[in-house]
């Protein structure tokens, strides 16, 4: 796929060059103002999220409340700019449980080759054939809901596009003439393997991370909309678009609001992954 | 001699294929085996103690210990992954907390709701999706393929369940297009006779035309919403595969010789991703069925999505872990399916 994006890219007309990059600005952007909004949600909130005024209840969007309050009198606004802690939380615990899990498996297959390979790849094709959300449904059912449970749940089967990504890497560096000269200087082992291996397949593993995000983030609000995610009252966008389902003909705006909050983030992480990969992509075709 | 390095040829070919063949069925055969362990792995993990459920929270000693041997728990672990397979293996998936019947009938029941809607939505994710995705490749870099290239981002990164809530909204409350959730109207609902389980047959069966009008609009908006996310990534996909292959020295040759772009796009390029078509397709489909899950839930549908969903919110572990097996082994399937269609239509795999 990568490769077959780079010839595509070689070959096409120098204007089309240009969107190319500017999604990798405006995804690069979008994600910058989510992570702002997550880290500064104290200051740019105007209501305290989980501040409940029964007398302001499913008031539609006013200039006192931007977007609105929902079904307990919170103001909206607020709970979507809150929201954004608990999805980058559960992403960053998910990326940080898979790339090393993906790397280990991937650079392990490819240099030590036979059947470790084999088996290693084996397992890596069992867990990529495996439906994402609906396995995570299942395993969070037994385990119980909430952020930690969820992010294993996920991690359990977004892992292997890693792996294959590692283990091709690393196939092709294998024969390299600066592995060959690492040898002959006695490098061998574990050290060739994560000092020399791993941070040649580390760049490729941060494109595969930024294109997986965005499909991520919504199994993670599909958790959450079915109740299996973070649990209330914490503000979390896919448990608010199941509060809103319940007024959806009525007060329209408790459910359009967090909804738009997940396709504005997994947008972003689609456009950025999208961009980088063109990047990359590009340079190593140079 | 000729002849006789052909006939070897051929023969090492068949060889070949068998042995490839065997090593698909081997592999699928383990990937399920893989699922299996990962459901029987599951029932382990249940807070509910399955021993409490039965003897009761007050029960004596011997008699936990009783039920619990007689369930088998008292046996090594593979032993009871054993059993468990082959109560499988007799369609024994256990009884259902929420329903009270056996999970297996519940599934049957519910799966022709969820095979009707992947389908519906796959006709159409599928006719678009290609059309959008040859328009793109007529013209690269123009206002089309930007706007196709949007849509397919759009539709990438949408939730599906906001985007039906969304649907409902405008189609059904607002412009009363669509009839709303369900399957049917309460008026026909109980009138209608489950011949095949899929409503648009038993209700054209029934021969009330005006049910059958009534099923579509039940129908449509769901498989809008569901085929929006099929139709995205099959143009992303394709219009890549297209790209890629207008880039070949075959494709300048034609040019050079006369034929116009169109005629080489339809003629040439697009016989030539097939495989990718293929492969594209078979896992869109798979994708679909798991998507089911979360429209289905929006939408009211009576399918295996819904039955999972409902029997989350109520702990039941036998019909969560039956409608894991199956969506799971269909996913599983379709990706082989994938695999071996790519080996048939692509000569250069082999």
């Known amino acids: 796929m990568t490769q077959n994006l780079t ?12 969107p190319r990059v500017t999604s990798l600005a405006i995804g690069g952007t979008l994600v910058a103002i989510l992570l702002l909004a997550a880290l500064f949600a104290p200051l740019l909130a105007p209501f305290d999220p989980n501040a409940q005024i029964i007398s302001a209840r499913l008031l539609p969007p006013s200039s006192a409340h931007w977007l609105g309050t929902d079904g307990f009198g919170r103001d909206l606004l607020s709970r979507v700019i809150y929201g954004s802690r608990p999805t980058l939380l559960l992403v960053s615990l998910i990326l940080l449980l898979t790339i090393p899990v993906g790397m280990l498996v991937g650079i392990c297959a490819g240099y030590l080759g036979g059947w470790t390979e ?38 359990l089967t977004s892992w292997p596009p890693f792996a294959r990504q590692a283990r091709a890497e690393t196939l092709a560096l294998r024969r390299s ?80 609001a967090p909804g738009g909050a997940i396709l504005f983030a997994s947008l972003a992480f689609n456009l950025t992954g999208d961009g980088l990969r063109d990047r990359l992509d590009t340079r190593n075709a140079n | 001699m000729a002849r006789f390095t052909a006939e070897a040829g051929s ?20 990937t399920l085996l893989g ?74 029941r519910t799966f022709p709701a969820t095979i009707e809607l992947a389908t519906c939505s796959m006709i159409f994710g599928a006719f678009f999706g290609i059309v959008l995705a040859l328009v793109a490749a007529w013209k690269p870099g123009s206002l089309v393929d930007n706007l196709a ?61 005006e049910m059958f009008r009534n099923a579509v609009a039940h129908l449509w908006l769901p498989v809008v919403v569901l085929g929006l996310l099929a139709m995205a990534g099959i143009t992303r996909l394709l219009r890549a595969a297209l790209l890629e292959e207008s880039s070949k020295e075959y494709v300048t040759l034609a040019r050079a010789k006369g034929a116009s772009r169109g005629r080489i796009l339809l003629l040439h390029v697009f016989p030539n991703v097939r495989g990718t078509l293929i492969t594209v397709l078979a896992l869109s489909y798979a994708t679909l069925l798991e998507g089911s899950v979360l429209t289905e839930t929006v939408f009211a549908w009576p399918g295996v999505g819904r039955y999972m969903t409902t029997a989350l919110f109520a702990s039941d572990t036998p019909a ?31």
Request: net charge neutral; with cysteine.
């Open chain 1, 7 to 18: 010839d595509l890219e070689l070959a096409a007309p120098r204007r089309r060059r240009r």
């Open chain 1, 118 to 155: 084999r088996v290693l790849m084996r397992i890596t094709d069992i867990f990529l054939s495996l439906p994402n959300l609906v396995i995570a449904l299942a395993l969070v059912a037994m385990l119980g809901p909430g952020l930690l449970n969820g992010a294993l749940a996920l991690a």
């Open chain 1, 177 to 256: 003439d600066y592995l060959a000269a690492a040898r002959m200087q006695g490098i061998n082992g574990l050290r060739l393997m994560f000092g020399h291996i791993l941070p040649l397949c580390l760049p490729s593993a941060v494109v595969r991370a930024a294109l997986s995000l965005g499909g991520i983030i919504l199994s993670a609000a599909g958790l959450g909309f079915l109740g299996m995610g973070v649990q209330p009252p914490t503000a979390e966008w896919g448990s608010m678009v199941a509060e809103g389902s319940k007024v959806i003909f009525d007060q329209w705006w408790v459910a359009a």
């Open chain 2, 11 to 30: 023969a090492r070919l068949f060889w070949l294929r068998g042995g490839r063949l065997a090593t698909g069925l081997v592999s699928l055969a383990v």
């Open chain 2, 35 to 108: 699922l299996l362990a990962f459901t029987f792995t599951l029932s382990h993990l249940s807070p509910v103690d399955p021993v409490l459920q039965i003897a009761g929270d007050h029960a004596s000693e011997s008699t936990y210990a009783q039920v619990r041997s007689e369930l088998g728990l008292d046996q090594p672990l593979l032993m009871q992954f054993w059993h468990y397979l082959t109560h499988l293996a007799h369609g024994d998936l256990g009884i259902s907390r929420l329903t009270n019947s056996p999970v297996a009938s519940d599934l049957l």
């Open chain 2, 149 to 209: 290239r949007l849509v397919s981002l759009l539709g990438y990164s949408v939730p599906v369940f906001w985007l039906g809530l969304l649907g409902l909204l405008l189609f059904y409350a607002v412009l009363h297009w669509s009839a709303g959730p369900g399957r049917l109207d309460d008026i026909w609902i109980y009138t209608l006779e489950p011949k095949t389980g899929l409503v648009l047959i038993d209700s054209w069966l029934s021969g009330d035309p």
């Open chain 2, 320 to 350: 969560i872990l039956g409608s894991t097996l199956l969506i799971g082994g269909c996913f599983i399937l379709l990706n082989a399916l994938a695999d071996a269609l790519t080996y048939l239509t692509d000569p250069r795999t082999r």
